[in-house]
């Protein structure tokens, strides 16, 4: 099944680019998965970002599409979120996940939190 770990800054200013790294263990992020960003803002419910499919190609919420983009390093067996411009309404919890199917989400990372403030 696999386990996945996020990592990455904890406070970015606004106007910077948010990077978020996501370490799998236990599956290779090439098997036939979906691997996804999903955030919550406090109070707020869950919000889909967008995944890297098993074979590299990338899906993005169209709502966050202009300043989102998802990588991945194989070598590392890692997936990289990047969400440039932040505003403090990209404040967040950040959570990787993982699925056989696009848009749904098996297997959790634990989150990590993220602050956008001066």
């Given at each position: 099944q696999g386990q996945l770990?996020?990592?990455g800054p904890g406070l970015v200013k606004p106007s910077q680019t948010l990077s978020l790294t996501c370490t799998v263990s236990g599956a290779s992020i090439?098997?036939?998965?979906?691997?996804s960003w999903i955030r919550q803002a406090p109070g707020k419910g869950l919000e889909w970002i967008g995944y890297i499919d098993y074979s590299g190609n990338s899906y993005y919420s169209p709502s966050l599409k202009s300043r989102t983009s998802i990588s991945r390093d194989t070598s590392k067996n890692q997936f990289t979120l990047?969400?440039?411009s932040v505003t403090p309404e990209d404040t967040?919890?950040?959570y990787c996940a993982r699925d056989l199917f696009?848009?749904?989400?098996?297997i959790?990372?634990?989150g990590t939190q993220v602050t956008v403030s001066s």
């Open positions: 770990q996020e990592s090439t098997t036939n998965s979906y691997w990047q969400l440039s967040a919890v950040y696009p848009k749904a989400f098996a959790w990372g634990q």
